[in-house]
């Protein structure tokens, strides 16, 4: 016991003590912070991959309808509401 006290008085064990419990207690980069941070992370990566694909599948749609004349007639009348000149438009709203 004697032996353990020796080191106990020592002005760099007690700092380095001190100094480690400041940091993994009492800093703003504590180790509680630390893990909100890593979750938020992974978070924000499932995230990105998810909007990743959906990018990917919004790119593939527009090069098919910029590829196909007609898929893109039937977007334009069914989104926009476009029609031709001598056709007359007719919304039904369901309610």
Do not use: C, P
């Amino acid at each position: 016991m004697a032996k353990y006290l020796k080191y106990t008085k020592n002005f760099y064990f007690i700092f380095t003590v001190l100094f480690i419990g400041w940091m993994i207690f009492i800093d703003t980069n504590d180790i509680r912070s630390q893990f909100k941070l890593r979750a938020k992370l992974r978070d924000l990566e499932k995230q990105k991959e998810f909007y990743q694909e959906r990018k990917a599948k919004i790119h593939a749609e527009r090069e098919e309808l910029m590829s196909n004349f007609e898929l893109l007639e039937k977007f334009a009348r069914e989104r926009y509401l476009m029609k031709r000149k001598s056709e007359d438009l007719y919304v039904i709203v369901e309610e």
